[in-house]
């Protein structure tokens, strides 16, 4: 069946550099990819997301890739806070209705 | 966000009982969903509904139940057939079309007694 595949499952980067996270998915016709912050106890909160008809979106330090012949986007965030530190989830649109999630990656920001 | 309201956000089941969690959505949101959660995991569907009067299935449904009866309102009752209730459980929605932003109610912490 369709599946999205996160990694790393944890990240640690320190206060002012960058992380990279990646997702893959197997879905062809998925064409919505968000990305979905989570603190500790609360609910996901969107901060980015992109259509298949864009390669690139940024938002100020956070910025999403998407490469479709690939299969795979990404998430990037610069200049890391310590704000940032969290559980970002990726997905991928498998209908107008259903989106399939990544497991989750644990991101700390090292002060 | 603010728009999504479940309750209540703690709940306390004994074994064998039957406990319904409220989701109430003023987004005029055509679809909901509920997910759960398990500390340190990600999110697993447990049922989605695209319209009233009409649910399906997600990929954990068993040891659950839903109902649609209004466009607004999306409860979920966890039965004494799920013998492993105790998770963080999400309602959601959106309006069905392809693209459009998933919203999330503030969850509700379910324990087993």
């Known amino acids: 069946g369709e599946n999205v595949e996160q990694h790393p499952s944890t990240l640690s980067v320190q206060e002012g550099d960058s992380a990279v996270i990646k997702c893959t998915y197997s879905?062809?016709?998925?064409?919505?990819f968000p990305w979905y912050k989570q603190e500790l106890g609360k609910r996901p909160q969107l901060i980015i997301d992109?259509?298949?008809n864009v390669g690139e979106k940024k938002d100020q330090r956070i910025a999403v890739t998407l490469n479709k012949t690939a299969k795979h986007f990404s998430l990037h965030i610069t200049e890391t806070q310590p704000e940032d530190s969290a559980v970002y989830f990726c997905?991928?649109?498998?209908?107008?209705?259903?989106?399939?999630w990544g497991a989750g990656t644990k991101l700390i920001i090292k002060p | 966000d603010g728009g999504i309201t479940q309750s209540p956000k703690y709940l306390f089941r004994k074994e064998g009982q039957n406990v319904t969690l409220s989701c109430e959505q003023n987004?005029?949101?055509?679809?909901m969903y509920w997910y759960r959660q398990d500390p340190g995991q990600g999110l697993r569907l447990i049922y989605y509904?695209?319209?009233?009067?009409?649910?399906q299935k997600g990929d954990i449904a068993e040891g659950y139940s839903v109902s649609r009866e209004k466009k607004e309102s999306f409860p979920l009752t966890v039965t004494s057939a799920q013998k492993n209730p105790t998770a963080f459980y999400l309602c959601?929605?959106?309006?069905?079309?392809?693209?459009?932003?998933?919203?999330f109610g503030e969850g509700s912490w379910l324990t087993v007694v």
């Open positions: 992109i259509r298949s």
């Open positions: 509904s695209q319209i009233v009067n009409d649910f």
């Open positions: 959601a929605s959106n309006s069905g079309v392809a693209g459009n932003t998933i919203y």
């Open positions: 997905a991928a649109s498998i209908s107008n209705y259903q989106l399939i």
């Open positions: 879905d062809s016709a998925s064409n919505y």
């Open positions: 987004l005029n949101h055509d679809a």
